[in-house]
């Protein structure tokens, strides 16, 4: 018998390669995640690790949320959910969408889901074909280009460097059109860039796409509260694309719900039909008590988002500041969200010992390895000249976490 086990085991050790699928082999695992993974086996040992890789915001669900949760569960909001999500919380998302966005969507036109990523994996499982084209903006969210190629698309990346502030041009949008052109994929503010499209900047891309029938826009707009630029533009408020933009958007960054997995996304009433389709036999609908607290936390007091946007911003100023210090490395300065993405290709072919920083990914390690600071390779968002840090940490943690990363950058030779 135990003979039997062992041969079995070698068995499956042997062939679980060929037993998965090409789809779950060819996938990339998340970079940011890695990172965090990395993070916490180190400071499992005992080490003193930053931990700036995460794409989470390190302050508490508001109390006012968090109370109408616990009304709800009271209530019994405990059951089955409607797959598109609660009507409350639908009607809810259309008075936003039509109070800070100018767009006008019924609830029929609203998809809840567990997160904004479920929300564009909908739209990507919902409307691509093998062979459809998905044109994403570079620098992007790790998981953009790995959700396409699960939904059978073709990632094409235009790439915009930090001398753009990030953002690719309409010119180069419209350059990167072919017929097999199905979808737009861009957030504004951006991670991981913390960059902000203008209103000029989106209206030019809404008039690159509307010369193209046959192409959408899905707009990640997660990000919208964490917004320092002045103003936040949808660019599906503009006329000529208002009826080919989907929009995506939820409570985890600007209501600091990142465990409460609530995302959303409003469409055409076609599109969202799909997603309902699809994500009746994935998930079925979010949770009950979930979807209470977030319709409730859209038509309550902003106040603590709004302060929660202050604290990042001066978080941004003093982190852009302090890296600025730092030779061979160039900081932007983002207008939104709670990265900054720093340029480092000055640093590419610098060695410490025996370690050549060869690319960011040797300069994540390096800088964890070293100076026990987490951050994340910018060739996860596309962009092998640059790294990504969090501002998701106190003012005390990012001024060490930089005298760390000056620190390390000095070492280089």
């Known amino acids: 018998m135990a003979l039997k086990t062992v041969e079995h085991t070698q068995h499956n050790m042997t062939s679980s390669v060929n037993i998965l699928s090409q789809r779950a082999l060819r996938m990339e695992e998340s970079a940011t995640l890695r990172m965090a993974a990395l993070a916490r086996e180190l400071k499992a040992k005992g080490k003193d690790v930053i931990d700036l890789s995460l794409g989470e915001p390190d302050f508490d669900t508001p109390t006012h949320i968090k109370e109408a949760a616990k009304q709800a569960l009271d209530a019994g ?5 409607p797959v ?48 459809d084209e998905v044109v994403i903006l570079s620098p992007y969210w790790v998981s953009y280009a790995e959700i396409v190629k699960v939904a059978e698309g073709e990632p094409v990346i235009v790439h915009a460097g930090i001398e753009q502030d990030y953002k690719p041009t309409a010119e180069q949008i419209a350059a990167a059109i072919t017929p097999s052109t199905k979808l737009l994929l861009f957030s504004s503010p951006c991670n991981p860039t913390g960059s902000v499209f203008s209103r000029e900047e989106l209206q030019a891309i809404a008039e690159v796409v509307s010369q193209h029938p046959g192409v959408y826009i899905v707009s990640d707009e997660i990000y919208e509260y964490i917004n320092f630029s002045g103003e936040h533009v949808s660019i599906g408020s503009f006329e000529q694309v208002k009826d080919r933009t989907i929009t995506i958007n939820g ?69 852009v500041e302090l890296l600025s210090r730092i030779p061979s490395i160039k900081a932007n300065m983002p207008q939104g969200a709670f990265y900054s993405f720093p340029d480092i290709s000055a640093l590419l072919g610098k060695r410490c010992g025996d370690r050549i920083i060869q690319n960011p990914d040797d300069f994540c390690e390096y800088l964890l390895e070293n100076e026990y600071v987490a951050a994340v390779s910018g060739s996860a968002f596309g962009d092998d000249r640059c790294f990504r840090i969090s501002f998701a940490a106190s003012e005390a943690q990012l001024r060490e976490a930089v005298i760390r990363i000056e620190r390390a950058v000095r070492a280089l030779v």
């Open 84 to 131: 598109p999500g609660l009507l409350e919380l639908r009607e809810a998302i259309c008075t936003k969408f039509r109070r800070d966005n100018g767009l006008n969507f019924l609830p029929s036109q609203i998809v809840v889901s567990n997160g904004a990523k479920q929300s564009i994996a909908n739209v990507c499982m919902a409307m691509l074909d093998p062979g």
């Open 77 to 81: 909001y405990t059951k089955y959910t």
């Open 251 to 319: 409570f985890s960054k600007g209501f600091a719900m990142t465990g409460w997995r609530l995302g959303y996304m409003g469409a055409p009433k076609w599109i969202a039909d799909a997603c309902n389709k699809i994500q009746g036999q994935f998930t079925s609908g979010a949770t009950a008590f979930s979807q209470k607290a977030a319709a409730y936390a859209l038509l309550a007091d902003l106040g603590p988002t709004r302060e929660m946007c202050r604290a990042f911003q001066q978080r941004r100023d003093m982190v």
